[in-house]
């Protein structure tokens, strides 16, 4: 294709937001619910698009705790994922989600509010036993 002086005077600027994008442009600092019930607060306008936006109450864990550690997760505690309260959230392995969902036991988030703590023990429990027979066969 030869090359035309006049064609950058019709190119887009570096910046430019118009028509739709202009649209729904949301400001860094906006927050939104996502569709499983967690507050997101858009953080930068860079890429990729899926780390525009973070959960709030991870933002806040991170302020007081430090980054969530590798191959842990958050889990609220009283079921309502919109608490955003430091507070509310524990910091477990990601392999004791599955006996919080309920798949071996009473499911976590459904259990009444004076069962919840027994419920999280007895997991944390059958985790720590799964872990000591998994080293303990490593070692023979």
């Given at each position: 294709m030869?090359?035309?002086?006049?064609?950058?005077r019709t190119q887009f600027k570096k910046g430019h937001r118009g028509g739709k994008a202009a649209e729904l442009?949301?400001?860094?600092?906006t927050e939104r619910v996502s569709k499983d019930g967690y507050r997101e607060r858009k953080i930068h306008d860079g890429m990729p698009f899926q780390?525009?936006?973070?959960e709030v109450h991870r933002i806040e864990w991170e302020e007081l705790h430090g980054p969530v550690p590798e191959g842990h997760c958050l889990k609220c505690r009283d079921g309502d994922r919109s608490n955003t309260d430091p507070a509310n959230w524990l910091c477990i392995p990601r392999a004791?989600?599955?006996?919080l969902a309920?798949?071996?036991?009473l499911p976590y988030d459904h259990a009444p509010d004076e069962?919840?703590?027994?419920?999280?023990?007895?997991?944390r429990l059958e985790h720590a036993?799964?872990?000591?027979?998994?080293?303990?066969?490593k070692a023979r």
């Open positions: 030869p090359y035309n002086a006049a064609s950058a442009y949301q400001p860094i600092g780390s525009r936006w973070k004791l989600l599955p006996r309920g798949r071996w036991s069962l919840k703590p027994a419920v999280l023990t007895s997991a036993a799964r872990e000591a027979r998994k080293h303990r066969s």
